[in-house]
């Protein structure tokens, strides 16, 4: 359910609901997903609290799942579990146990080899299915005309006040009751925010659905594929996509929202070369192309079958859909009967029988891959309100997106350099301009006070408070005789200051530091004389006392003059306080070495496929020691990037030798593999070398050359005629040979 207008993208009412369903229609409505908590409190208002309740779901032993937990009772490692787990093909989504020893061979070899795997097969097949633990539908409601306890049972969670059914969601449809997917869209919220810092810092009233469907810069943006934040479209793949489409209008977005997906993402090549003529657009009858036009002949949604199985064939909506349903679960026997009933549909309208049947062949090729149109027409609207946001509000856009993922330090990193890439200014959070979240002033990003660590939303409510009721504040002392130091206690001052939000009052942070429990304690003064009524002396009749600095600041409260911490500990203290590095990055320096040795960066990272290889350059974070079984030793790391981090595994052949450069405090190179585990993407690093050593290790001993001189970087231009690996490989060599003893060469 959404406000997109079904007439203009030609949605059918009887996709959802039609006398020929029996069935009650799935409703999914996306809010903002600050305000989801206010929907669901409004239906329990409106209908009764007895008649609305959540929905229990029940945790069963998948394939992966029931592997990993016999595993861990019969004494596997973790890393062996996790191998033996990771055979298990990812696709088709519910894989059972015996389809994934038919697809995977070295499963099977392990499960026929191996007794102690072989035992554990045998009772992971024994356990699969079985229910494991309970918890609640993420984002379900169910509501009733009448009490829930007439119809069905009700569970109750110890941990959650709220009613909850116990009866799982397939019941509950059977039952006839009515259940509604409350979704909370964190791009909802985005673009609700980007719109208020627009009217705040342009006075510019934006309403995000009646934005211009034609603008020239947000398809620039799109087709240069500048996506990153926009919704639906920010993937390395979609921006690979775009590039090749160049979008000209919103019904390029909606189709590319319902083609990137496992399956119809095969057909986007065909897709592109129809809208750049080179490929051509054919119809098999006449009354197909006013369906078909606006995806060039290509059926890409499920209402397009609809309309064509009403129109040939003479179908009802209601029997169009009955079709759609039979095509998307590939139910053969009904599937057989819905065949025969088209091609005599078409007989009825004259078509010929060959062609009726090459027509069915076609949208039964197509029609497994049909999408939800419903559903890719709004999505494909929120992607092009956000990408029109970044093009048209790019400083008020990033500050929303920023603040959106304010709790999470590698998206905030990512997006940060994003800003810095467009140009844009993200300034230290400041005690005089910041607010909670993300906010812009003077066409500048103001980091939110929120996402500094130990700075709680009681303490900004206080800072802000006394700034708007008197003014920026001028010292450290006024800012102590302002603000509640009930509410900003020492570790919240300490935190302020490590972030650099006092730096505008140009005083260094460490001598902040230093001066911040003299200045706490005269602040505490000053306020207990107020409560008291112990006005100063040299107040002014009347002064409330609170312009500490200016009108009456304590005595004993001057800073104290100490000089600046060095800048690794300056940097060392903001990554302490806000998860990374802001004003600066220790391996800033050595951004141009790691591009020309290819290392990868956390957003390339994250495009790369399972087990490819990678090399990386950054710094070891926190990393601890474990044991195997067997009792070798290896290590769990975190690598600190430009850009972001990533976890790194280290298993004991390959730590046996990296040992010492994980302690290394400089930079290091790191080669490895990319992994998928259960908690994201993990590098398995093979080999870790202080970049330093490694640069060494590449140049060879001299005599007499200039090999302190500037690396020799040498591109090969490989003609048609020449693209032989043998052609390539004398090159290279011939200039290796050329090189050999004068400058690091990176090849």
Same mark, same amino acid.
């Given at each position: 359910?959404?406000?997109?207008?079904?007439?203009?993208?030609?949605?059918?009412?009887?996709?959802?609901?039609?006398?020929?369903?029996?069935?009650?229609?799935?409703?999914?409505?996306?809010?903002?997903?600050?305000?989801?908590?206010?929907?669901?409190?409004?239906?329990?208002?409106?209908?009764?609290?007895?008649?609305?309740?959540?929905?229990?779901?029940?945790?069963?032993?998948?394939?992966?799942?029931?592997?990993?937990?016999?595993?861990?009772?019969?004494?596997?490692?973790?890393?062996?579990? +996790?191998?033996?787990?990771?055979?298990?093909?990812?696709?088709?989504?519910?894989?059972?146990?015996?389809?994934?020893?038919?697809?995977?061979?070295?499963?099977?070899?392990?499960?026929?080899?191996?007794?102690?795997? /072989?035992?554990?097969?045998?009772?992971?097949?024994?356990?699969? /299915?079985?229910?494991?633990?309970?918890?609640?539908?993420?984002?379900?409601?169910?509501?009733?005309?009448?009490?829930?306890?007439?119809?069905?049972?009700?569970?109750?969670?110890?941990?959650?006040?709220?009613?909850?059914?116990?009866?799982?969601?397939?019941?509950?449809?059977?039952?006839?009751?009515?259940?509604?997917?409350?979704?909370?869209?964190?791009?909802?919220?985005?673009?609700?925010?980007?719109?208020?810092?627009?009217?705040?810092?342009? /006075?510019?009233?934006?309403?995000?659905?009646?934005?211009?469907? +034609?603008?020239?810069?947000?398809?620039?943006?799109?087709?240069?594929?500048?996506?990153?934040?926009?919704?639906?479209?920010?993937?390395?793949?979609?921006?690979?996509?775009?590039?090749?489409? &160049?979008?000209?209008?919103?019904?390029?977005?909606?189709?590319?929202?319902?083609?990137?997906?496992?399956?119809?993402?095969?057909?986007?090549?065909?897709?592109?070369?129809?809208?750049?003529?080179?490929?051509?657009?054919?119809?098999?009858?006449?009354?197909? @192309?006013?369906?078909?036009?606006?995806?060039?002949?290509?059926?890409?949604?499920?209402?397009?079958?609809?309309?064509?199985?009403?129109?040939?064939?003479? *179908?009802?909506?209601? @029997?169009?859909?009955?079709?759609?349903?039979?095509?998307?679960? &590939?139910?053969?026997?009904?599937?057989?009967?819905?065949?025969?009933? *088209?091609?005599?549909?078409?007989?009825?309208?004259?078509?010929?029988?060959?062609?009726?049947?090459?027509?069915? +062949?076609?949208?039964?090729?197509?029609?497994?891959?049909?999408?939800?149109?419903?559903?890719?027409?709004?999505?494909?609207?929120?992607?092009?309100?956000?990408?029109?946001?970044?093009?048209?509000?790019?400083?008020?856009?990033?500050?929303?997106?920023?603040?959106?993922?304010?709790?999470?330090?590698? &998206?905030?990193?990512?997006?940060?350099?994003?800003?810095?890439?467009?140009?844009?200014?993200?300034?230290?959070?400041?005690?005089?301009?910041?607010?909670?979240?993300? =906010?812009?002033?003077?066409?500048?990003?103001?980091?939110?006070?929120?996402?500094?660590?130990?700075?709680?939303?009681?303490?900004?409510?206080?800072?802000?408070?006394?700034?708007?009721?008197?003014?920026?504040?001028?010292?450290?002392?006024?800012?102590?005789?302002?603000?509640?130091?009930?509410?900003?206690?020492?570790?919240?001052?300490?935190?302020?200051?490590?972030?650099?939000?006092?730096?505008?009052?140009?005083?260094?942070?460490?001598?902040?530091?230093?001066?911040?429990?003299?200045?706490?304690?005269?602040?505490?003064?000053?306020?207990? +004389?107020?409560?008291?009524?112990?006005?100063?002396?040299?107040?002014?009749?009347?002064?409330?006392?609170?312009?500490?600095?200016?009108?009456?600041?304590?005595?004993?409260?001057?800073?104290?003059?100490?000089?600046?911490?060095?800048?690794?500990?300056?940097?060392?203290?903001?990554?302490?306080?806000?998860? *990374?590095?802001?004003? /600066?990055?220790?391996?800033?320096?050595?951004?141009?070495?790691?591009?020309?040795?290819?290392?990868?960066?956390?957003?390339?990272?994250?495009?790369?496929?399972?087990?490819?290889?990678?090399?990386?350059?950054?710094?070891?974070?926190?990393?601890?020691?474990?044991?195997?079984?067997?009792?070798?030793?290896?290590?769990?790391?975190?690598?600190?990037?430009?850009?972001?981090?990533?976890?790194?595994?280290?298993?004991?052949?390959?730590?046996?030798?990296?040992?010492?450069?994980?302690?290394?405090?400089?930079?290091?190179?790191?080669?490895?593999?990319?992994?998928?585990?259960?908690?994201?993407?993990?590098?398995?690093?093979?080999?870790?070398?202080?970049?330093?050593?490694?640069?060494?290790?590449?140049?060879?001993?001299?005599?007499?050359?200039?090999?302190?001189?500037?690396?020799?970087?040498?591109?090969?231009?490989?003609?048609?005629?020449?693209?032989?690996?043998?052609?390539?490989?004398? =090159?290279?060599?011939?200039?290796?040979?050329?090189?050999?003893?004068?400058?690091?060469?990176?090849?």
């Amino acid at each position: 359910i959404t406000n997109v207008d079904p007439i203009r993208y030609g949605l059918i009412f009887e996709r959802f609901l039609n006398p020929e369903r029996i069935s009650m229609p799935d409703m999914d409505i996306d809010f903002a997903d600050d305000r989801r908590d206010e929907v669901i409190r409004y239906v329990v208002d409106r209908y009764g609290a007895d008649r609305v309740a959540h929905i229990i779901t029940f945790g069963t032993m998948g394939a992966k799942a029931v592997i990993r937990d016999v595993a861990r009772v019969l004494g596997f490692s973790y890393g062996d579990a +996790d191998r033996i787990a990771k055979l298990v093909p990812s696709f088709p989504l519910n894989i059972t146990l015996d389809e994934s020893l038919e697809k995977s061979p070295p499963l099977a070899e392990q499960v026929k080899r191996d007794p102690r795997v /072989g035992e554990l097969w045998g009772v992971a097949k024994a356990l699969e /299915g079985c229910t494991r633990h309970a918890s609640v539908h993420a984002s379900a409601v169910v509501i009733s005309d009448e009490p829930l306890m007439e119809r069905v049972p009700l569970y109750k969670d110890p941990k959650r006040p709220e009613l909850i059914t116990g009866f799982a969601m397939g019941p509950i449809e059977k039952l006839g009751l009515l259940k509604m997917d409350f979704l909370g869209l964190k791009t909802l919220t985005v673009i609700t925010d980007a719109a208020r810092l627009v009217r705040e810092a342009r /006075g510019i009233a934006l309403d995000p659905d009646a934005l211009p469907l +034609d603008d020239a810069k947000t398809y620039q943006l799109l087709t240069e594929a500048r996506t990153f934040g926009v919704f639906q479209l920010e993937s390395a793949g979609m921006r690979d996509a775009l590039r090749r489409l &160049k979008p000209q209008r919103i019904e390029d977005i909606i189709a590319m929202v319902a083609l990137y997906r496992p399956g119809p993402m095969d057909l986007i090549e065909e897709f592109v070369n129809r809208k750049h003529g080179r490929s051509p657009i054919a119809y098999e009858h006449p009354l197909m @192309e006013q369906h078909l036009q606006e995806t060039y002949g290509i059926m890409v949604y499920q209402e397009q079958v609809m309309r064509l199985a009403a129109d040939l064939a003479g *179908f009802t909506l209601g @029997e169009a859909d009955t079709l759609r349903k039979a095509m998307g679960k &590939k139910d053969r026997d009904l599937m057989a009967t819905q065949r025969e009933k *088209f091609v005599a549909g078409c007989k009825a309208n004259k078509i010929d029988t060959r062609k009726a049947e090459r027509i069915w +062949d076609l949208i039964e090729k197509f029609a497994g891959y049909g999408f939800n149109k419903s559903h890719a027409a709004c999505y494909g609207l929120v992607a092009y309100q956000t990408a029109y946001l970044k093009a048209n509000y790019p400083v008020e856009f990033m500050a929303a997106l920023l603040t959106s993922e304010m709790d999470k330090t590698d &998206k905030i990193v990512q997006y940060i350099e994003e800003c810095r890439a467009m140009g844009l200014r993200v300034e230290p959070p400041d005690v005089n301009v910041s607010g909670a979240q993300f =906010s812009v002033a003077d066409g500048a990003i103001h980091f939110g006070l929120a996402a500094i660590k130990n700075v709680g939303a009681t303490a900004i409510e206080s800072i802000v408070k006394a700034r708007t009721a008197d003014g920026a504040f001028t010292s450290l002392s006024d800012f102590c005789v302002r603000v509640d130091l009930r509410l900003v206690n020492r570790r919240v001052g300490e935190s302020l200051i490590k972030a650099g939000a006092f730096d505008s009052l140009e005083a260094a942070r460490a001598g902040l530091l230093s001066g911040l429990d003299q200045a706490m304690e005269a602040g505490q003064r000053s306020q207990r +004389d107020r409560e008291e009524g112990q006005a100063s002396l040299f107040e002014a009749p009347g002064s409330a006392g609170v312009r500490g600095g200016r009108s009456g600041e304590p005595a004993g409260a001057a800073q104290p003059e100490v000089s600046e911490w060095p800048q690794e500990e300056l940097l060392a203290y903001e990554r302490e306080v806000l998860g *990374f590095y802001l004003s /600066g990055h220790p391996l800033e320096q050595f951004r141009d070495v790691g591009r020309r040795l290819g290392a990868a960066t956390a957003a390339e990272l994250a495009a790369r496929p399972a087990a490819a290889r990678v090399l990386l350059l950054g710094q070891i974070g926190a990393f601890t020691e474990n044991s195997t079984k067997s009792g070798n030793r290896m290590a769990f790391a975190t690598l600190e990037l430009v850009d972001g981090s990533v976890p790194l595994t280290i298993f004991p052949e390959p730590y046996r030798t990296c040992a010492a450069a994980l302690r290394h405090r400089g930079p290091v190179l790191v080669r490895g593999r990319t992994d998928d585990s259960d908690k994201g993407r993990v590098i398995l690093a093979e080999e870790i070398r202080p970049l330093e050593e490694a640069l060494a290790g590449s140049r060879p001993a001299e005599a007499g050359g200039n090999g302190g001189g500037q690396a020799h970087t040498c591109r090969i231009r490989i003609s048609a005629a020449a693209d032989a690996v043998e052609a390539v490989l004398a =090159s290279v060599k011939a200039i290796c040979r050329e090189h050999a003893g004068r400058t690091p060469l990176f090849v």
